[in-house]
């Protein structure tokens, strides 16, 4: 199991695949830090979207895979002034939904997905048994 990395300049997309392990997770932020020597953008906005990327790859590293092993995928999408990050996983899925089931109250783990909500300007996410998808996007400028 190792890294793979793919490059679509065309679409301006980045394709990373890590394996699931803590330590991997540095290099979702590397990718997201490239990306803004392509289409710059303001540190400040650069700062929240590694925190974002570092919270929705943890997760994913944390949750997805009881036995070990596995992988994330992360897709980075620049789309004119709008960046758009995608983290997919092949692992047992969880329930995306807050234990009181109207945002009053997070379950464990929660905070991470509370805090890309607050830095995207759009937020999806879904989960079953096959694995889970956090999409989250930024507009740059």
């Known amino acids: 199991?190792?890294?793979?990395?793919?490059?679509?300049?065309?679409?301006?997309?980045?394709?990373?695949?890590?394996?699931?392990?803590?330590?991997?997770?540095?290099?979702?932020?590397?990718?997201?830090?490239?990306?803004?020597?392509?289409?710059?953008?303001?540190?400040?906005?650069?700062?929240?979207?590694?925190?974002?990327?570092?919270?929705?790859?943890?997760?994913?590293?944390?949750?997805?895979?009881?036995?070990?092993?596995?992988v994330?995928?992360?897709?980075?999408?620049?789309?004119?002034?709008?960046?758009?990050v995608e983290v997919l996983d092949t692992g047992g899925g969880f329930d995306p939904e807050p234990r009181d089931g109207n945002g009053d109250e997070l379950s464990e783990g929660g905070l991470g997905i509370a805090i890309i909500r607050a830095i995207a300007d759009e937020f999806e996410l879904s989960s079953d048994p096959r694995g889970s998808r956090l999409r989250f996007a930024k507009r740059l400028a």
């Open 72 to 84: 994330v995928e992360v897709v980075y999408r620049l789309q004119g002034d709008r960046l758009e």
């Open 1 to 70: 199991m190792g890294i793979a990395i793919t490059v679509s300049t065309a679409e301006h997309t980045v394709r990373l695949t890590i394996p699931a392990k803590a330590e991997y997770v540095s290099l979702c932020r590397l990718a997201l830090s490239g990306l803004a020597r392509v289409q710059p953008f303001e540190d400040e906005t650069l700062a929240d979207l590694k925190l974002a990327i570092t919270e929705a790859a943890s997760n994913s590293v944390r949750h997805a895979y009881a036995g070990g092993g596995g």
